[in-house]
């Protein structure tokens, strides 16, 4: 094959094969007359290289004379593409992109690169006998220099280039103990192999033995992008990243075929105290950093934030070498030593949440002191905090169920929060009635305790209905299997992404399905529960009524019981933010009977109430609840 001066293209046998100076001259890429094989920097036509007419366009014409390829270094253009037989490939705009979307090189076409290549069949690799040699090809060391490499830097870490095919290839050797043990190749335009019976292992291994702190990065070019900013305590992976982060547990370690050279090479890790995980910022080397992290341990991991490509634009520079081209040596530097603590989920420090405590000092939250129960004399005791969870209890009988509807109705009117209900005991139509009363301050019947007030009108009735439809929804079990406490928190949580439901009311316990394991006591089945219940309330900003009756009352005397006469567990009274008992006075010699207390007797937060009785009247009429005077 003759290479042919005057078509600027090669010639077999008298057939010429297609050009490439003619797509350069369509895409206005404008070059003088260099053979095949030669690197050249030229003005981009895409950006005109910026105010500066900075000549940033990396052209390489490939040894074949009729492919080509180019990257525009320039950070606000990035303009790339290639040729082969004569076509174009896409042009795209990063110039940092992989192989398969940079130049849209299929798997296949990379094969056919290297299909000729003899890939050596021993472990025994010497420089000799993978026959490589120093860097002296001009276009490596154009390539090199451009990429702000310099050849102290390769030389140091056995880089180096081997003629394949009459193709020039970049040789990065993988030692150890200095041992050449792989090697990986690839040309200019990105294409990459290794040596078939190679060990796998990191790339500049030897680097980071001993070391207590160590980097890890997601290509060689990274590896050496980090020595030239100080940094030899640099590894780089050998085979990229995953596309995602995988959700399955990790495998056996003789099945973590991805992250072998990990396992390979464990005792390097061992002994460091902190690893900075420099991966890409794109969403593949971000999936990497994950992984890595969950083998090599989340505690000990640190992170970087890549700067950006200029104060114009929000897109990041993509690794360690385009920051080094960037913007030089020292801001390297400062994004490693700006590396963070990798996120462990669950552990944090209170700088993550110093916005929210400042907004509670300064009371922007809202609701930081609580919301009103909407009596005054109760609201001295007990507020309604989002977040919480409130124990009800009471004898039977005792008002517990319709003073919650009563506090639920008095929230929405106040402050609009729509509720969940969970509430075994009550007839669906006997829940609205309850609701609907309490709500238009109307008998939902004729009374029949001699009051006047009329009963709510058929258009009242639709209103109300209206109301309860917007503002309330059910949990119900439509057959004879009791709930259990996941089905009914699961409903919820769905109530609170559909509807923004703020409060959830589980009225009574006993109504649920409470089967557990034959070694489990129910001392601590009710403190699983009940943790479940509050980590619910806490996750969803939800605040949680849980209604529980107390035990059968010896000998009772008709006075309140205590949160600790509840059935079951004292886990009621000690995990609960909040604990309430409802008292009906029974007995008119002893006061009004229409006279409701409601003894507040545990409340955790200080700021938002106290230990102390509150007095309400009750309109058994209306169902509503006031604020009682003690003459």
């Given at each position: 094959m003759l290479y042919d001066s005057e078509s600027d293209g090669y010639r077999s046998g008298g057939d010429l094969f297609p050009p490439v100076r003619k797509v350069l001259e369509e895409l206005n890429i404008i070059r003088t007359s260099h053979l095949p094989g030669q690197y050249s920097k030229l003005l981009c036509p895409q950006c005109q290289g910026g105010s500066t007419r900075e000549r940033s366009l990396s052209l390489y014409i490939g040894e074949d004379g009729v492919s080509a390829t180019w990257i525009c270094h320039r950070a606000k253009c990035g303009w790339s593409g290639g040729t082969r037989d004569g076509k174009l490939y896409p042009a795209l705009k990063n110039a940092t992109s992989n192989v398969e979307t940079m130049y849209a090189i299929s798997n296949v076409e990379v094969a056919d690169v290297i299909s000729n290549v003899e890939v050596l069949a021993q472990k025994d690799f010497t420089v000799e006998n993978m026959q490589l040699e120093q860097i002296s090809a001009e276009h490596l060391r154009c390539y090199f220099t451009s990429r702000q490499i310099s050849g102290a830097t390769l030389q140091r870490n056995g880089v180096m280039q081997t003629t394949r095919n009459n193709k020039i290839f970049i040789a990065f050797t993988y030692r150890r103990n200095g041992k050449i043990v792989n090697c990986k190749y690839r040309?200019?335009?990105?294409?990459?192999?290794?040596?078939?019976?190679?060990?796998?292992?990191?790339?500049?291994?030897?680097?980071?033995?001993?070391?207590?702190?160590?980097?890890?990065?997601?290509?060689?070019?990274?590896?050496?992008?980090?020595?030239?900013?100080?940094?030899?305590?640099?590894?780089?992976?050998?085979?990229?990243?995953?596309?995602?982060?995988?959700?399955?547990?990790?495998?056996?370690?003789?099945?973590?075929?991805?992250?072998?050279?990990?396992?390979?090479?464990?005792?390097?890790?061992?002994?460091?105290?902190?690893?900075?995980?420099?991966?890409?910022?794109?969403?593949?080397?971000?999936?990497?950093?994950?992984?890595?992290?969950?083998?090599?341990?989340?505690?000990?991991?640190?992170?970087?934030?890549?700067?950006?490509?200029?104060?114009?634009?929000?897109?990041?520079?993509?690794?360690?070498?385009?920051?080094?081209?960037?913007?030089?040596q020292q801001a390297l530097k400062e994004v490693i030593e700006g590396a963070e603590l990798y996120p462990i989920q669950g552990l944090f420090r209170f700088s993550r949440f110093y916005d929210v405590i400042d907004a509670y000092y300064n009371r922007q939250l809202g609701t930081e002191l609580g919301v009103s129960t909407g009596w005054v004399g109760l609201d001295e005791l007990y507020r309604v905090i989002p977040g919480e969870l409130t124990l009800v209890t009471g004898v039977p009988n005792s008002g517990k169920s319709e003073w919650i509807d009563a506090l639920l109705c008095n929230l929405n009117h106040a402050e609009g929060w729509p509720f969940v209900l969970c509430s075994m005991e009550n007839k669906v139509q006997e829940h609205a009635r309850k609701l609907l009363e309490k709500h238009i301050k109307k008998p939902f019947f004729h009374a029949k305790y001699g009051d006047t007030i009329p009963r709510l009108s058929a258009n009242e009735l639709e209103q109300g209905k209206q109301w309860l439809n917007e503002n309330f929804f059910l949990i119900r079990c439509e057959n004879e299997e009791l709930p259990s406490i996941k089905w009914v928190l699961d409903l919820a949580k769905a109530a609170v992404f559909r509807h923004g439901v703020r409060g959830l009311v589980i009225d009574p316990y006993n109504e649920l399905d409470h089967q557990r394991p034959?070694?489990?006591?129910?001392?601590?089945y009710v403190s699983q529960m009940l943790t479940k219940v509050k980590r619910f309330a806490q996750h969803h900003d939800c605040h949680v009524w849980f209604v529980a009756h107390p035990r059968q009352l010896q000998n009772w005397s008709g006075g309140a019981p205590s949160l600790y006469d509840i059935s079951g567990s004292a886990h009621f009274i000690n995990k609960c933010d909040n604990g309430i008992v409802v008292h009906r006075n029974r007995d008119p010699s002893a006061g009004p009977l229409d006279e409701v207390q409601i003894l507040v007797r545990k409340v955790r937060n200080k700021i938002a109430g106290n230990i102390g009785d509150a007095y309400l009247s009750y309109n058994r009429a209306t169902g509503e609840y006031a604020d009682h005077l003690i003459m």
């Open positions: 040309d200019v335009e990105k294409r990459f192999f290794q040596e078939k019976h190679g060990e796998k292992i990191p790339y500049g291994l030897d680097d980071i033995k001993e070391a207590r702190d160590i980097i890890i990065v997601e290509g060689e070019m990274d590896k050496l992008a980090m020595e030239e900013a100080g940094y030899r305590n640099c590894i780089s992976v050998p085979d990229g990243a995953p596309p995602k982060v995988s959700t399955k547990e990790l495998p056996p370690v003789e099945q973590d075929k991805k992250y072998q050279y990990l396992w390979n090479s464990k005792e390097y890790f061992e002994q460091a105290n902190r690893i900075i995980l420099a991966t890409d910022a794109d969403t593949a080397g971000q999936a990497l950093a994950e992984e890595l992290a969950r083998r090599l341990g989340r505690e000990r991991c640190w992170r970087v934030t890549w700067p950006r490509r200029s104060e114009t634009t929000k897109e990041l520079c993509k690794d360690a070498n385009e920051v080094l081209i960037y913007f030089g034959s070694n489990q006591t129910e001392t601590e």
